[in-house]
């Protein structure tokens, strides 16, 4: 016990060397992107001027804008998703070199141009980035990361189908291959969940293009995922071998033989969230790994259960319970995470099954039913779901400084009257502290 706490002690002088370098960086407060005919325009909002330099890259479309000496708001990162337009896909961000590298997704080439703009009014320093295209799409409202920092925001399914590209995975029974399976299975799923209120998918592949372990991770990471699901379709020594499973992390040793045979075939390093522990004292990465991950891991068996009731409806199971191994892919310290087995191509009724349109959607829709499932009886306290289960079953609401009655029922969709008479009151007078009853919609 002592020595653990000398340990820790002993860290604090490089955790405070770490953190002085980002003492008089500036940081990212807010991004807001409007769109006009033709034109998308970025605004990054920064507390102190910093210097910047932008480049453009190809195959896919990108913009790629580095602050230098500068750190982003976690306010901004929570919502970071929220942004596009008809030509920005997404935006992503990396820490790099004591600032902040942001990648602009586009599905078309741009002309891209940045403009420094100086403090005036109630706004800080900004730089603003162009993007001139062809002819506009749908028209995009105006958004702000910074006000919509507290909005009711979508449950984030990271869906990852393995492989791809140079690396085909299994290749099995009737010539199928595994990244071919899983692509066309992960697609499948991302359209079901996408359709679901208050869910939203993201693929972190949607051709066949090869990403590295480390990739998927920090996709899943960049979109604030909620959870990561990697799709495989292994094959195994044995023809015999068959049936669908779900698996989670494990720190210790495999739950199964097979769970060993699987991790070694799909991972090359291990690393924990991107980071390798090879150079670290064991104690610290011990209590890395027992802090951060041992809660994530049990909502990922949860997850994982929920999942595999729905499968056993289409699919013949491997084992009726989560496995767990120590895949890389899963291994995401704050992010929920499950890999799906769903069969081996090397049994000739599993390939078939595979390649079949048919089966894939149905395999789809019990996957997405039992993520449905879960998010509806577990959504995150800031979510859309967990909004419109309140409306629906009522809540007490807290009187805040510059509340009105009228504004209370706006933002929570129920109508005046309903306000006052759920709460029994003959006027609209309210006062700071008062517990009001907001009656199901």
């Given amino acids: 016990m002592y020595k653990k706490i000398f340990s820790v002690y002993c860290l604090l002088p490089v955790l405070l060397l770490i953190f002085s370098a980002f003492v008089n960086a500036a940081e ?36 790629v804008l580095d602050i230098s000496d500068s750190d982003i708001s976690q306010a901004i990162v929570n919502n970071l998703a929220a942004l596009s337009s008809s030509v920005l896909l997404r935006v992503r961000y990396a820490k790099r070199d004591n600032g902040v590298r942001f990648v602009l997704d586009l599905n078309q080439q741009v002309k891209a141009k940045t403009t420094e703009l100086s403090a005036a009014g109630d706004y800080g320093p900004r730089i603003m980035v162009e993007l ?6 749908t028209a995009t409202v105006v958004k702000s990361l910074a006000s919509i920092s507290n909005a009711k925001r979508d449950v984030v ?22 990244k071919d399976i899983v692509l066309s299975i992960g697609k499948e799923l991302a359209r079901r969940l996408n359709a679901l209120q208050g869910v939203k998918a993201v693929l972190t592949r949607s051709t066949d293009e090869y990403l590295q372990l480390r ?54 390093a291990d690393l924990v969230g991107g980071i390798s522990l090879d150079d670290k004292d064991q104690l610290l990465a011990e209590v890395l790994l027992d802090m951060s991950m041992n809660s994530t891991i049990q909502m990922s068996l949860d997850i ?81 779901i967990a909004w419109r289960q309140k409306q629906k079953s009522g809540y007490t609401y807290t009187v805040s400084k510059g509340d009105t009655l009228s504004e209370i029922a706006r933002k929570n969709g129920v109508s005046l009257g309903a306000l006052r008479a759920a709460n029994t009151l003959k006027n609209d007078v309210i006062w700071v502290g008062q517990k009001l009853s907001i009656p199901a919609s």
């Fill in 132 to 137: 001139e295209y062809g002819k506009p799409k």
């Fill in 157 to 178: 399914v990271v869906i990852d189908p393995g492989h791809g590209g140079k690396d085909p995975g299994a290749l099995g029974q009737y010539n199928v291959r595994e």
């Fill in 215 to 268: 990739d998927r991770s920090r996709i899943a990471r960049e979109a604030n995922a909620d959870l990561l699901i990697s799709i495989h379709a292994d094959a195994f020594t044995k023809a015999s071998a068959r049936g669908a499973s779900v698996w989670a992390l494990s720190l210790g040793g495999k739950t199964s033989e097979m769970g060993r045979w699987l991790a070694q075939q799909e991972q090359s």
């Fill in 28 to 63: 990212v407060k807010d991004i807001r992107v409007a769109q006009q005919s033709g034109v998308t325009r970025l605004v990054f909002e920064l507390n102190a001027e910093a210097q910047h330099r932008m480049f453009t890259l190809s195959k896919p479309d990108r913009v």
């Fill in 304 to 384: 994982g259960a929920q999942v595999l009731s729905e499968m056993k409806g289409v699919a013949v199971l491997h084992k009726d319970t989560v496995q767990q191994a120590g895949f890389v892919v899963l291994k995401s310290p704050d992010i929920p995470s499950i890999l799906i087995e769903t069969g081996f191509v090397s049994n000739k009724t599993e390939a078939k099954n595979l390649s079949s349109g048919t089966y894939r959607r149905r395999l789809a829709n019990s996957i997405a039913k039992g993520v449905e499932d879960f998010f509806t009886k577990n959504p995150p306290d800031d979510s859309y």
